[in-house]
């Protein structure tokens, strides 16, 4: 007997600890009645374990209780939103134009690169065109302990982000680095600093939210146009300009041989909700809406309704949000995909989830059973009867749509039955 008590042992592992010592005395139990062959019947443990673990599994779910499923799809809809505005690419999408009449600003590029030579800055600057009233430059530079850009003494002019006024070199630093390298003194502006052997007065210090271009500084070291004219020939940076006239229609345009992009954010809104329409059309076509025969009853209709409406509503954000933050990490070009695939899969498990629940309770039913044969199907009903743990009804689910049985239907219990499962 102890290779059969091994395998029983063995099988044992993957019953649920709550029911492993009563499933495996149970086997044990029925052990004593076979004579012949008893390791071969014992084999059979292991299917028996498998069916008790997935039957359990799906009595115990978390999502089973319909408070349950709101409260889990609620935080996940927190936890895809709180992402969002964590990560970058979402966070830029999302939040508006830390600047002053963003639309009217933006960034100038050459020959297909973000950046553009001193040279060609210059010379388009002497020559300010009608089209722009303003226009900066700015260029990154590591220095020893902190990220310094030096920039266009009217950089924060043109942002429309207010800094102290001067003559000579200023510095403006981050809150980050106020608080990091100067340990948050709060008589630091119009103090005189070194900065790569230049004496300049800090002008100020703003929220590190403030800056929305690219390059990620901790301080600009604002100089005169002169001190920009004699950087090295090709040296490269950003260019940045305030337009003279009303913006064009598209957020990128060429102005001569420069590419002009505009820094005012279109939002998500609309592209979402049009992914949206499309994937709704989508389901139209590929996925039936029928949730099934039930008699009526206006109060659990309404309930039932009402719960599929909070699912409903709580996927839209998941998938919009969540669609963000997976584009954040494989690339912008997911956004559209992910806004259509994502709304196709969450509505698609709201109708099966609403289908497998009770109409009363709203628990999710349990206890599958396989009715009838298959060679009664035109003759009598076949499919899968599943019951509501809390008594309320049966659902039965044909396995082939039949004159009968169409669509799955559900048969409420008499209040006789509630003794069965108190």
Request: charged share 15%; aromatic share 10%; with cysteine.
């Amino acid at each position: 007997m102890t290779l059969p008590l091994a395998i029983l042992r063995t099988a044992a592992l993957l019953v649920p600890g709550e029911y492993r010592a009563a499933w495996l005395a149970e086997w044990r139990s029925e052990l004593w009645y076979v004579r012949r062959n008893p390791a071969a019947f014992c084999t059979g443990a292991f299917r028996d374990a498998l069916w008790v673990r997935r039957n359990r599994a799906a009595a115990s779910a978390r999502l089973q209780s319909p408070v349950h499923c709101i409260l889990f799809l609620a935080a996940l809809a927190a936890v895809s939103v709180l992402l969002a505005f964590r990560l970058p690419l979402p966070r830029a999408l999302l939040l508006p134009s830390p600047y002053r009449d963003a639309r009217n600003l933006v960034m100038i590029s050459s020959g297909g690169s973000s950046r553009m030579a001193v040279d060609q800055y210059l010379s388009l600057a002497q020559r300010i065109p009608y089209r722009f009233r303003g226009m900066a430059f700015y260029r990154p530079v590591k220095a020893a302990h902190m990220s310094v850009a030096l920039a266009s003494d009217n950089l924060f002019e043109l942002l429309g982000v207010p800094v102290a006024a001067g003559s000579g070199a200023r510095l403006v630093l981050t809150r980050e680095a106020w608080r990091t390298y100067f340990h948050g003194d709060p008589h630091i502006e119009g103090r005189m600093l070194d900065v790569g052997g230049q004496t300049a007065t800090v002008a100020g210090v703003i929220p590190g939210g403030l800056w929305d271009l690219p390059g990620r500084m901790d301080a600009w070291l604002l100089v005169d146009q002169a001190r920009i004219a004699h950087l090295p020939s090709g040296t490269e940076g950003y260019v940045l300009a305030r337009l003279g006239t009303p913006p064009p229609a598209a957020p990128r345009w060429n102005f001569e041989s420069f590419e002009c992009a505009s820094l005012a954010k279109g939002g998500v809104l609309l592209p979402y909700l049009l992914t949206t329409l499309l994937s709704v059309l989508f389901l139209v076509a590929t996925t039936t809406f029928s949730l099934g025969e039930y008699p009526a009853n206006r109060a659990v209709r309404h309930r039932r309704w009402i719960f599929f409406g909070l699912k409903a509503a709580l996927l839209l954000p998941v998938v919009c949000f969540g669609s963000l933050d997976v584009a954040s990490v494989v690339g912008a070009g997911f956004q559209a995909h992910g806004f259509i695939v994502g709304t196709i899969v969450a509505m698609r498990w709201a109708l099966a989830d609403q289908r497998r629940r009770c109409p009363v309770c709203l628990r999710v039913l349990s206890n599958p059973t396989r009715i009838g044969g298959p060679s009664h199907v035109f003759l009598e009903w076949y499919g899968t009867e599943l019951i509501c743990v809390q008594g309320h009804g049966l659902l039965y689910v044909p396995e082939i749509p039949t004159s009968c049985y169409s669509t799955q239907r559900w048969q409420y219990l008499d209040p006789s039955w509630s003794t069965l499962f108190s």
